[in-house]
């Protein structure tokens, strides 16, 4: 089970000259990369801000189309995959390897549940012809607005699942190194840092939900 | 330009170049200095790709009508020499070449914190400038580098590849920022401390802050352009609602620091510069040092000064009109302290340092011009005129280009080993900086006089200072091929300069020229700080004045 | 004072002064020319000054350290801070005065178009490309924008404002020099950008006065409310809705069209602008300004899906002006109008009462 022992010397890489020092890095360089990953959805929150502010009646009209039921149930889902990804931090440390690959399969399956039921909605939205732009046919709300709040919605949502399919797939890779039991003590950082990553885009859908679905 | 001359007396020592052999070892390296140098070459190839576009422009403008190409090659053009000079020559160039090389060196590292990513960030460019060049030839766009919308969404041109290609080099330039910010903060060696730190580190670092919080907001900004453009999802075409003022904020909330991504480099570089060719440690370290974090941190603040005229409230106006005076509060700080620096020193007027002279000169009228610009009144007039033009030219090109350049020249030893025929250097720098004013000079006036930019024909007063400054450009092309010629032969000709040519106590030239494939073999401790010329342990410290 | 005026405008190439703004404008730019000139040489003659004298004597000559005290950086920062203060405090507040139009100023209705420019008087003549000004009165210019970013830029008058689709921008001038001068087109807009050029043409004002009576009288028989502005603040936007809601009722428009949403004959006005119509032939687009005027003028090529294609054409019975005051009306008609406007509103009621 513990394999740190041999694992760690050779996990340094030539250019740091302790473990210490590494971990510190990656560390530091993954939470410089979340901080881009928050910029980059600063700018459609600026967006929204604006065009809320500028059709209050179209967007607040618009969201009631949004379908509230399957948003949130979606908001538990991410929720309590957040809390299988921190336990399997927790076990990564502890060297219990077997116990991370379940519960990353656990939070893979919370994604897989997530983007299906995005899914669903997208299809609704589609077939009702609720869709951005000029592809917006929708006749039962018409109105300055409308086809904004679907742009927003559409491409706020498209890119905080693109990041909900890159992290299943992080978590993929970390779940597949597990069952190499690579991961101790010494060593339970990709875990730690792909785990960062989830928690990121949980934190992100934590806003996306009431600025869409509620308000 | 990829070195060579294996056979070559300078190189018989082990070295990164010579450590590992073949085209596929440099494809897949992963030592930061090689990166440098594949960055050298793919800039300055880029650079020169730029100038050919920015000749054949100043060719077409010789007279007031059309003269060599018709009003869709050259506005096609001169968007090609934009997002050329911009993306693939100005923001990666001296933190691709000079960043890369110079700041494990200087601190004493290895090698970068994430070497990978380092590799990654240099495919990233090719990436970016190959869709982005591949559809500026297929399409031509022809929205010019800023890409306003309603103009970049509607035009009948290709868009949609620059607009990725532009994002893939964000990407690069993201990661090349994140690189070094965690370089510095945990890979110093013993003795390095934040205050010993060589000033180009310092403002690379400021430099790379920006890179990764600003880029982002642009990547996003570009790609939201294409979405419209291929989608039509109406984010900012007023005809749906959108708002192109939208466009406007957020595309200078990155391109305004932007600018920064690409002078403060160049700051850096003179600092090291003057230091070494006055023999002098820094007059001012603190002040030059913080001032770039200052101009970093301001540079977030400003960007409402390119829409003085766009309709903005008046008090949005005033309020970014000031703070840009900041910026310029911070640059002029720095200029004080490079020219109090030299009081006392032991100058050396080699070609680095008429570099490092000309680049003070452009530095101080380019900023001056631009504390002019942000009085807001003035600007009315100016906005959008060729005195913009020509300011942002001092600065980028006459600003930029001179410290590049000097850098280049300076570290040129340290990097190939190699030295350069001084004589060719000091007649290419006097030609360059000749060139630069005649070409630019004139540039200042057209704007005085309300030529507005971007013009593919022109009414015939404007026309003698037309002719000026296409005349100037020639002189600047000269003195550019010159610069490339000189160099080029000193790899295979030039004399070896031994390990320290300049005899600088910069931390980069405790190193063997070229350095070793491993930087250090072992560990650097530094006990005094880089660029401190005093004889004996205890240098007294003397006031100026 | 004029002599000097003249020799430094010369000296740095600008162009006439029309307007006692571009004066003042002119008057700082000096100021600044001046002070910038001094600084910059004083600092670069200190730089060569110390590369003279300081040349190094030996390879490894010594030299001592040289720290600033904090007088020095104080000074570095002090003079500089002072000096561009003070230019902020000349430039700003003339920005402000530029941004604030007097009361009674003449409204022109200025649209960009690629690539021409056209003049709108309310209530009187319209014109492409040149702008006719009474000298001596000031004059305000509303700007939009039919397709993309264009600048409205006259060089003699120092002065330049981008005019923007979907929205208005304001500014305003008081030229007091007769005569004709270049007006730009400064926010690059495609091919024709650079021979977007247009003409101010600034008349002596009782030539003017002569010059808009005719126009009015032969083009205008039945505008009403053209009288000189000064007594009373229009709000031009305003008076051009006005005027489309009269001109849609004397052309019969409401025979077929409502405005409250009901359903009619023809399709209704309210919230047609930027609405995303079904036609008959399948095909879907917005109803934007392009497509509202077509409609007017081939109304049978694009019909609606569910209306019969029963429309007359109002080409040539509407002149052009005419035609955009009623797509102006038809764009103030929008359910959430009030909360839906900021975005477009123009603060057409001056800041200042003078």
Not at chain 2, 122 to 137: H, K, N, P, S, T
Not at chain 2, 444 to 466: A, I, K, T, V
Not at chain 3, 118 to 133: C, E, H
């Amino acid at each position: 089970m513990h394999t740190e022992a041999a694992a760690a010397p050779s996990r340094l890489a030539h250019h740091f000259p302790d473990m210490k020092t590494q971990e510190h890095a990656a560390r530091m360089g993954m939470w410089l990369f979340l901080s881009t990953e928050i910029l980059l959805f600063a700018v459609l929150f600026t967006a929204y801000a604006l065009y809320r502010f500028l059709f209050p009646v179209g967007f607040e009209e618009a969201s009631r189309l949004a379908h509230v039921a399957m948003g949130a149930t979606n908001t538990v889902v991410l929720i309590t995959s957040s809390l299988t990804v921190a336990l399997a931090i927790h076990y990564a440390r502890q060297g219990e390897n077997r116990k991370v690959v379940g519960l990353l399969a656990v939070t893979i399956l919370f994604g897989v549940t997530f983007m299906v039921l995005k899914g669903f909605e997208y299809h609704h939205h589609w077939v009702d012809g609720q869709l951005p732009g000029r592809f917006y046919s929708y006749s039962g709300l018409q109105g300055p607005g409308v086809s904004m709040y679907f742009a927003l919605y559409f491409l706020m949502t498209g890119l905080h699942g693109l990041h909900v399919l890159i992290g299943m797939g992080l978590l993929g890779w970390v779940a597949w190194r597990a069952t190499r039991n690579e991961f101790g003590p010494g060593y339970s950082t990709p875990v730690e840092l792909s785990g960062l990553y989830w928690h990121l885009v949980d934190l992100i859908w934590i806003f996306l939900f009431p600025l869409l679905y509620l308000l | 330009m990829s070195p060579s001359p294996a056979s070559s007396p300078a190189y018989q020592t082990p070295n990164y170049l010579n450590a590992v052999k073949g085209v596929g070892s440099w494809l897949t390296t992963l030592d930061h200095k090689r990166i440098g140098v594949m960055y050298l070459v793919l800039t300055v190839l880029s650079f020169f790709l730029g100038g050919v576009f920015a000749l054949l422009l100043r060719i077409e403008l010789v007279t007031p009508g059309p003269t060599i190409m018709d009003a869709m090659t050259y506005n096609r053009m001169f968007t090609l020499h934009g997002v050329i000079m911009i993306f693939l020559f100005m923001i990666p160039a001296i933190p691709g070449i000079f960043g890369n090389f110079f700041i494990p060196l200087m601190i004493g590292a290895q090698d970068v914190a994430f070497p990978r990513i380092n590799l990654l960030s240099v495919y990233l460019y090719l990436a970016g400038a190959a869709i982005a060049v591949w559809g500026m030839i297929q399409g031509g766009t022809d929205t010019g580098w800023t890409f306003y919308t309603p103009y970049s969404t509607t035009t009948v041109t290709t868009v949609a590849p620059v607009l990725l290609g532009a994002f893939i080099l964000g990407m690069g330039s993201i990661v090349t920022g994140l690189n070094f910010i965690v370089t510095v903060h945990t890979m110093r060696a013993p003795g390095v401390t934040w205050m010993r730190l060589p000033l180009f580190v310092w403002a690379m670092y400021a430099t790379s802050v920006i890179q990764v919080l600003a880029t982002p907001v642009l990547g996003m900004t570009l790609l939201l352009v294409a979405f419209e453009r291929v989608f039509g999802f109406g984010i900012f075409d007023p005809a749906r609602g959108g708002d192109p003022i939208l466009f406007q904020h957020l595309f200078w909330f990155y391109s305004h620091p932007a600018v920064y991504i690409m002078i403060l480099p160049a700051m850096g570089v003179v600092s090291e510069v003057v230091q070494t060719f006055s023999r002098k440690n820094m007059f001012g370290y603190k002040a030059v040092a913080f001032s770039s974090l200052g101009i970093a941190f301001v540079g977030f603040f400003v960007w409402g000064h390119h829409l003085f005229t766009s309709g903005q409230s008046t008090f949005a106006s005033g309020v970014f009109g000031v703070l840009s005076m900041f910026v310029g509060l911070f640059t002029a700080i720095k200029v004080f302290n490079w020219t109090a620096t030299m009081y006392q020193g032991a100058i050396q007027v080699s070609a680095p340092f008429v570099y490092f002279m000309g680049f003070l000169y452009f530095l101080v009228f380019g900023g001056l011009t631009g504390i002019a610009l942000s009085t807001v009144s003035l600007d009315v007039h100016w906005q959008d005129t060729y005195f913009v033009v020509a300011h942002f030219h001092f600065i980028m090109v006459g600003g930029t280009i001179m410290a590049f350049l000097a850098g280049l020249h300076y570290w040129w030893p340290k990097m190939f080993g190699r030295m350069y025929s001084e004589r060719w250097a000091l007649a290419a720098a006097v030609l360059v900086i000749v060139g630069f004013n005649a070409t630019f000079i004139p540039q200042f006036l057209l704007g005085n006089m309300g030529m507005p930019r971007r013009y593919y024909s022109y009414p015939e007063q404007f026309w003698p200072l037309n002719v000026a400054s296409t005349a100037g450009a020639s002189l600047l092309g000269l003195g550019f091929t010159i610069v490339l010629v000189y160099l080029v032969v000193s790899l295979v000709k030039g004399r070896v300069s031994g390990p320290n040519p300049w005899n600088s106590r910069g931390y980069e030239w405790n190193t063997p020229s070229p350095p070793e494939a491993q930087n250090f073999p072992e560990t650097p401790v530094h006990d005094r700080g880089p660029h401190e010329y005093q004889d004996g342990p205890a240098a007294e410290v003397k006031h100026a004045h | 004072m004029n002599l000097v005026n003249e020799f430094l405008r010369k000296l740095l190439f600008l162009p006439l002064q029309a307007s006692e703004w571009a004066r003042q404008l002119d008057y700082l730019h000096y100021y600044v020319f001046i002070t910038a000139m001094l600084g910059a040489w004083v600092t670069l003659a200190t730089a060569v000054v110390f590369m003279i004298r300081f040349r190094r004597k030996h390879a490894e000559q010594s030299t001592p350290i040289v720290d600033p005290k904090p007088i020095h950086e104080a000074v570095f920062i002090g003079l500089p801070l002072v000096l561009f203060l003070s230019y902020f405090a000349i430039g700003y507040p003339q920005y402000v005065r530029l941004q604030t139009p007097p009361k009674g100023a003449i409204d022109v209705y200025v649209q960009g178009k690629k690539w021409m420019w056209k003049f709108a008087y309310p209530g009187g003549p319209n014109s492409t490309d040149v702008l006719r000004v009474p000298a001596g009165r000031p004059v305000r210019l509303l700007l939009t924008s039919r397709d993309v970013i264009h600048s409205f830029f006259v060089p003699a008058l120092r002065m330049k404002q981008d005019a923007l689709p979907g929205r208005y921008t304001q500014i305003w001038f008081n030229a007091d020099l007769p005569g004709r001068y270049p007006i730009f087109c400064a926010e690059y807009c495609g091919l024709g950008h650079s021979s977007m050029l247009g003409e101010l043409v600034v008349m002596p004002p009782a030539e003017w006065d002569e010059w808009m009576e005719r126009e009015r009288r032969s083009n205008q028989p039945q505008a009403q409310d053209g009288q000189p502005v000064e007594a009373e603040q229009v709000d031009l936007r305003g008076s051009l809705v006005d005027q489309g809601r009269r001109i849609a009722a004397v052309q019969g428009c409401f025979k077929c069209h409502t405005v409250d949403g009901t359903q009619h004959i023809g399709p209704t006005w309210l919230d047609l602008y930027g609405r995303t119509v079904k036609l008959e032939n399948g095909k879907t687009l917005v109803a934007d300004e392009a497509y509202l005027t077509r409609s007017m003028m081939e109304p049978n090529a694009e019909v609606v899906a569910g209306y019969k294609p029963v429309m007359p054409t109002y080409q040539g019975k509407l002149a052009a002006p005419d035609a955009a005051a009623i797509t102006e009306f038809i764009k103030s008609l929008r359910t959430d109008a009030p909360t839906a406007e900021p975005q477009k509103g123009p603060i057409y009621v001056p800041v200042t009462g003078k």
